[in-house]
C-alpha cells in the first residue's frame, strides 16, 4: 500500500466576473467563470513508505500548490489524494508563533495547532529545548529571537514526533550551516525509521545527496519522474531553454541517461579522453595525464563562442569544472560552418570512482545567457589507482608526510 | 458535519490554548493587560452617562436609584459588548488568519470556536466588574441573574451566526468588512442601550423589536436592571433568527470551504 497517492489531481483557480456569482454557484446555480487559471493539471503520482521524494520546477510551475493540496490546506478541484499516515509539513517554520509568548510556551501553542495534546507535547520539551540549542532564550519571548533561533525551535516542533510523511518547502535553507548539519541528520534518520520525505528544493545537491527520486513540475504537469541525477539535468537544461531549442534525452549502455539540450547555432560534434600517447580511454589512474578533445561545429554565425566542461562523480556532485571564458580564451566572431577542436590537458588527480562529464557550448559567463548546445553525461570515464597510495575521497591531494618522535 | 465535529474535538487543545494566550498576550507588554478591556465598556458607559443622563434620566421609568441611567446603561452595554465582540471578529477571523490556513492543515472552524472563547472570557470579567460597580451603586441583583446564561446563549448563537456568514463572505467580498463596520454603528443606535423603548415616539416602537438584539437587550436589562425574568415572548423572533442565521453560517462554511483557501 502506498503511503501517498495523488490521482489526477487538477487545480485550478477561478475567476468570476463578479464575486456574487461564485457565491450564487454554492447554492445551485450555475455560472461560467470568466477565467479558469488552472494551475495543476492531471497530475498523478503515489510514493512509498520510506521514500525520499525530490519536487523540484520552475517558479510557477505548481510546487507550492501541489504541497498545499498534498497538506490539505487546499482542496484539488479535481481528483483524490489519499494519505495513509500522519503528514507533517515545514512549509513555512514559525508558523502559529505569537511573538509576545516564550519559546516554551509557543513550542505549547503551535503544538497544538499541529493537532498535538497537551500531554504529548509534555513527554518531548525538554528533547526540543535541548534540540533548538538556545540556551536561556527558550524562556524569553520570541519576538527577541533573531530568525535563526525561531526556526530552530520551530523546526524542533515540526520534528518532535516522526510523522509518517514529512514535507520540506526549502525551509531548510535557513540557518546556520551547524544546525542545518542537525536537522538533516534528523531528517535522514527519521527516513531510516521509515518517514517519507517530500522536499521541494532548487538546491541540485539536497535533492541529489537525500532523493532517491525526483518530480519534475512544468507548467502544472509532471514532465519528469525518475532518478534524482536525470531528473536534475533535465530540469537544468530547461532552465537554460530557450525560444527554438530543444531538450532531448537517451539512455546510455550503463543506464545513465544523456541529456541534451540547447539552440543549436553550436553543435559538439565529438568528445574523447585521451591518454598521453594519443589514446581513446575510459579508464585512467589516478594523477594522470589526458587530455578532454571536443570537436565543435559552428551552423550559424555567431558573435561569441565560450566552451565549458564539468567533471561529476557518481551522485551527480560537480568535481571540477571551468570554461573557456574563466580560461579568458573565448572565441569571437564565428562564421557558419568553422569547425573548433579544443583541447584540455590536465592531471587527472582524482579519487577511485566512476565519473562523467558534461560539456556545453554557450555565449557569455554562463549557460543561461545562450545556451547552443549543453550535454550532461556526455562522457563517462573511471579512475582507478594504479600507482598511488591507498586512500579515500574524490580528490587527490598528496601529501608528504614528516614526523619526529619525541619523547 | 460528524467528521468535522470530530477534528473539532481532536483540536480542543489548540482552541483551549488560543484563548489562553490571546489572554495572556493581553498582559505581557502593557501595565494593566488585560484590565483594558473592562476599562474601554465602563469609560463608554461613563460618557453616555455624563452626555445624556441629564436629558434621558428623567424618563426612565421602574427603578429608583439616582444612578438607575448608568445601571441601564452598563447592563445593556454587557450584552451587546458580547455581541459586537463576536460578531465583528468573526466578520474578519478568516481573513486575519488567512495565512494560517494557507500554510497549515488544521480545521477552520476552530478559529470562530476560539473568538466565542476569548469574548466570553472577555464578558466574564466586563460582567464581574459590572456587578461591583453596581455594588458601589447600590444596587443589588438577585437570583434572576440564572437567566443571563440563556441571554448569553441566544446573544452568542446570534453573533455567531451572523458574524461567520459575513466573514466569510467577506472573505470573497471584502467590502463587507467595511460596509459592516458602518452597518454596526448604526445597529448600536437602533438598539435600546443609551436610551429606552418607552422614549421612542409610540408609532415607531413597535419596529424596534424587528432589531433582533432589541429583545435579547430587554432581557439583559430585565434580569440586571429591575430583577426580573425577561419576557419570553421577545425573545422568540430573536432565537429564531439566531439559530437560522447559524444554520446558514455552517451551510455556507461547507460549501465554501473548497474555495475558501485559495482567494485568502
Redesign the interface.
Same mark, same amino acid.
Given at each position: 500500500m502506498s503511503i501517498l497517492e495523488v490521482k489526477d489531481v487538477s487545480k485550478s483557480f477561478l475567476d468570476y466576473s463578479s464575486e456574487w456569482k461564485r457565491i450564487l454557484s454554492w447554492f445551485g446555480l450555475s455560472f461560467a467563470p470568466k477565467e479558469e487559471h488552472k494551475i495543476l493539471k492531471h497530475i498523478n503520482f503515489s510514493i512509498q513508505k520510506g521514500e525520499a521524494i525530490g519536487i523540484v520546477g520552475q517558479n510557477g510551475a505548481g510546487k507550492s500548490t501541489l504541497l498545499k493540496i498534498v497538506t490539505q490546506t487546499l482542496k484539488p478541484s479535481q481528483g483524490k489524494v489519499t494519505v495513509n499516515g500522519r503528514i507533517s509539513a515545514i512549509l513555512e517554520l514559525g508558523m502559529g508563533f505569537h511573538p509576545d509568548l516564550t519559546g516554551r510556551q509557543n513550542v505549547y501553542h503551535s503544538s497544538g495547532l499541529m493537532g498535538f495534546t497537551q500531554v504529548q507535547i509534555d513527554e518531548v520539551i525538554d528533547e526540543i529545548e535541548e534540540f533548538a540549542e538556545i540556551g536561556e532564550y527558550f524562556d524569553q519571548p520570541v519576538r527577541t529571537y533573531s530568525s535563526g533561533m525561531s526556526m530552530r525551535v520551530a523546526f524542533g516542533v515540526a520534528t518532535a514526533y516522526r510523522p509518517d510523511i514529512l514535507i520540506i518547502d526549502e525551509a531548510l535553507s535557513v540557518g546556520d550551516a551547524y544546525f542545518q548539519h542537525k536537522s538533516f541528520d534528523r531528517i535522514r534518520k527519521f527516513q531510516e525509521d521509515g518517514t517519507t520525505l517530500l522536499l521541494v528544493s532548487h538546491d541540485r545537491n539536497a535533492i541529489q545527496s537525500i532523493c532517491d527520486r525526483a518530480i519534475l513540475l512544468e507548467g502544472g504537469c509532471i514532465i519528469k519522474d525518475g532518478e534524482p541525477e536525470e531528473v536534475m539535468d533535465f530540469y537544468n537544461a530547461l532552465i537554460a531553454q530557450k525560444e527554438n531549442s530543444k531538450v532531448e534525452q537517451k539512455t546510455l549502455d550503463d543506464g545513465k541517461v544523456e541529456t541534451i539540450s540547447g539552440t543549436g547555432e553550436v553543435t559538439i560534434e565529438n568528445i574523447r579522453l585521451l591518454n598521453s600517447q594519443n589514446q581513446i580511454v575510459e579508464y585512467i589512474s589516478v594523477g594522470e595525464k589526458v587530455t578532454l578533445e571536443i570537436l565543435v561545429k559552428v551552423n550559424k554565425d555567431v558573435d561569441e563562442l565560450v566552451l565549458g566542461y564539468m567533471i561529476k562523480d557518481r551522485l551527480g556532485q560537480a568535481i571540477f569544472g571551468t570554461n573557456t571564458h574563466h580560461l579568458k580564451k573565448e572565441i569571437k566572431e564565428l562564421k557558419q560552418g568553422t569547425q573548433i577542436e579544443y583541447k584540455f590537458t590536465f592531471n587527472s588527480n582524482i579519487g577511485v570512482g566512476s565519473y562523467s562529464m558534461a560539456v556545453a557550448v554557450h555565449s557569455g559567463e554562463s549557460h543561461i545567457v545562450n545556451n547552443y548546445e549543453w550535454r550532461d553525461n556526455a562522457l563517462i570515464f573511471n579512475v582507478a589507482n594504479q600507482d598511488k597510495d591507498e586512500f579515500v575521497g574524490t580528490s587527490w591531494i598528496a601529501p608528504k608526510l614528516e614526523y619526529n618522535i619525541k619523547r | 458535519m460528524r467528521y468535522t465535529l470530530q477534528s473539532i474535538w481532536?483540536?480542543r487543545? #489548540?482552541i483551549i490554548?488560543?484563548i489562553k494566550?490571546e489572554f495572556?498576550?493581553k498582559f505581557?507588554?502593557s501595565k494593566f493587560g488585560g484590565l483594558w478591556m473592562i476599562f474601554h465598556p465602563l469609560a463608554q458607559v461613563l460618557i453616555y452617562a455624563l452626555v445624556l443622563s441629564a436629558v434621558l434620566k428623567a424618563k426612565l421609568s421602574g427603578i429608583d436609584s439616582q444612578y438607575a441611567y448608568a445601571i441601564y446603561l452598563m447592563a445593556g452595554m454587557v450584552g451587546w459588548n458580547l455581541f459586537m465582540d463576536i460578531a465583528s471578529r468573526s466578520l474578519s477571523v478568516f481573513i486575519d488568519n488567512g495565512? +494560517?490556513?494557507?500554510?497549515?492543515?488544521?480545521p477552520k472552524l476552530t478559529l470562530p470556536l476560539i473568538v466565542i472563547g476569548s469574548s466570553l472570557t472577555n464578558f466574564f470579567f466586563l460582567f464581574l466588574a459590572m456587578v461591583v460597580v453596581f455594588g458601589f451603586l447600590g444596587h443589588s441583583i438577585s437570583f434572576t441573574i440564572l437567566w443571563i446564561p440563556v441571554l448569553i446563549l441566544i446573544t452568542i448563537t446570534l453573533a455567531t451566526g451572523v458574524g461567520l456568514t459575513l466573514g466569510i +463572505?467577506n472573505v #470573497?467580498?471584502r467590502d463587507i468588512g467595511q460596509i459592516m463596520t458602518i452597518i454596526f454603528q448604526f445597529w448600536f443606535w437602533l438598539t435600546p442601550i443609551v436610551y429606552s423603548k418607552s422614549m421612542l415616539p409610540e408609532k415607531y416602537q413597535d419596529f424596534l423589536y424587528l432589531n433582533p438584539m432589541s429583545g435579547i437587550i430587554d432581557g439583559y436589562h430585565s434580569v440586571l436592571v429591575y430583577n426580573k425574568a425577561p419576557n419570553l415572548e421577545l425573545l422568540i423572533y430573536p432565537s429564531i433568527l439566531a439559530l437560522s442565521t447559524f444554520i446558514l453560517a455552517l451551510f +455556507?462554511y461547507q460549501?465554501?470551504?473548497?474555495?475558501m483557501?485559495?482567494l485568502l
Open positions: - | 481532536a483540536y487543545y #489548540f490554548s488560543s494566550t495572556k498576550a505581557v507588554r495565512n +494560517l490556513i494557507q500554510k497549515m492543515s488544521f +463572505l #470573497f467580498i +455556507l460549501k465554501s470551504n473548497k474555495e483557501a485559495d
